[in-house]
């Protein structure tokens, strides 16, 4: 377990201007900026989005910009905003403090692309690393390969510096723990047989009680710099209670992210496994290529997933979550909806920080 005054207190790097109020909410922007448009926005350039648009992707994102504004690269930009992200001990879907497998292991996953240099690297499976999109950075930059996975993406995150730790918090323990207990009133976890029903622990009936998270969550953050070159990031702890050892779309290039520097990137977030099989953010910069905007092309994708589905007669609808941006400076988001309203992403650029509002094409949009 790493030392308490190594861990980062969320207090130190929120600032309590972060939080959104609620009518600024309300019509999809951030109190910085009003105009912000739903459902198109052109964004002056440099710009970076992220896909996270609660109080931590907001910092993230003010955290990054600097770079960004001074002239720095694309690739600095959202290497800093993916790190603002996986630090954060409250998100449950990225880094430290991402919900575990199984057996209670937070396995991360994470990749980049280069746009300018057309080099991308990734790691899978990684224990132990708080930030492994600098990891997925490192390889892409100091190695011949691609992906790096479990075992040997740790020694080789140890070799440049990189410092062990438990990635479990208190919180995403907890909800591990209480997963683990309620998986069947059959097995042997939670209080002893004789003691059930007697209230001898967090419930009623002696055990751990509460709703069990689930998550499947994951953070894009793509941004054109200053010369027009474009960069992006995914990086998640993957599906909670995943199988050990499942690596899902985002250290993969193409599925979770894409970046061509000619035309634009795109990110993933979602069922991973649905994302792999259709090469999803590779399909959604090429249907940029082909003339489409970020919004479109965001759409498209979502419409030829469920068309598979369709084709072999079945109405199955994932849960996925696509953003998307051009060199102009366009931004696009869409998702299947799934009952979780409309999806959104939270940019920066000179003008400041805007919250886009995309389009949910299945399920409840409220």
């Given at each position: 377990m790493a030392k308490r005054d190594s861990r980062l207190d969320r207090r130190d790097f929120i600032r309590?201007?972060?939080?959104?109020?609620?009518?600024?909410?309300?019509?999809?922007?951030?109190?910085?900026?009003?105009?912000?448009?739903?459902?198109?926005?052109?964004?002056?350039?440099?710009m970076i989005i992220t896909s996270h648009t609660?109080?931590?992707?907001?910092?993230?994102?003010?955290?990054?910009?600097?770079?960004?504004?001074?002239?720095?690269?694309?690739?600095?930009?959202?290497?800093?905003?993916?790190?603002?992200?996986?630090?954060?001990?409250?998100d449950t879907s990225v880094g430290y403090g991402g919900l575990p497998d199984a057996d209670g292991v937070v396995q991360l996953d994470a990749s980049c692309m280069d746009g300018r240099t057309y080099n991308a690297g990734s790691v899978g499976a990684l224990e132990n690393i708080k930030t492994p999109s600098s990891v997925a950075r490192l390889v892409m930059e100091r190695t011949d390969h691609i992906m790096l996975v479990g075992r040997g993406a740790l020694e080789f995150a140890k070799s440049f510096g990189f410092e062990e730790e438990d990635l479990l918090t208190p919180k995403s323990r907890?909800?591990?723990?209480?997963?683990?207990?309620?998986?069947s009133p059959d097995d042997y976890w939670g209080p002893p047989v004789h003691l059930r029903g007697k209230g001898s622990g967090g419930g009623s009936d002696g055990s751990m009680r509460g709703p069990v998270e689930y998550e499947h969550g994951t953070t894009n953050v793509l941004a054109v710099d200053r010369n027009g070159d474009i960069a992006g990031i995914t990086t998640t702890s993957g599906l909670s209670w995943k199988v050990p050892g499942r690596v899902g779309d985002s250290p993969i290039i193409g599925a979770g992210l894409y970046v061509d520097n000619s035309v634009g990137a795109a990110g993933a977030t979602g069922r991973g496994e649905d994302v792999i099989k259709s090469c999803?953010?590779?399909?959604?910069?090429?249907?940029?290529?082909?003339?489409?905007?970020?919004q479109e092309a965001c759409e498209d994708a979502i419409e030829m997933i469920v068309d598979r589905y369709r084709a072999i007669g079945n109405d199955y609808v994932p849960g996925e979550k696509f953003v998307a941006i051009n060199k102009d400076g366009d931004v696009g988001c869409a998702s299947?909806?799934?009952g979780r309203g409309l999806p959104a992403l939270t940019v920066h650029h000179a003008s400041g920080l805007e919250q886009y509002t995309g389009t949910a094409l299945y399920g409840s949009e409220g």
């Open positions: 309590s201007s972060v939080a959104l109020g609620a009518g600024a909410a309300a019509l999809g922007r951030f109190p910085e900026l009003a105009g912000a448009t739903t459902r198109t926005l052109r964004a002056e350039i440099p609660n109080e931590t992707g907001q910092e993230a994102m003010r955290q990054a910009w600097p770079i960004l504004s001074a002239g720095g690269r694309a690739m600095d930009a959202v290497e800093k905003g993916a790190n603002v992200i996986e630090v954060d001990p409250e907890e909800i591990w723990l209480r997963w683990r207990e309620n998986l999803a953010s590779y399909y959604i910069v090429m249907r940029m290529r082909d003339g489409r905007s970020p299947m909806g799934y």
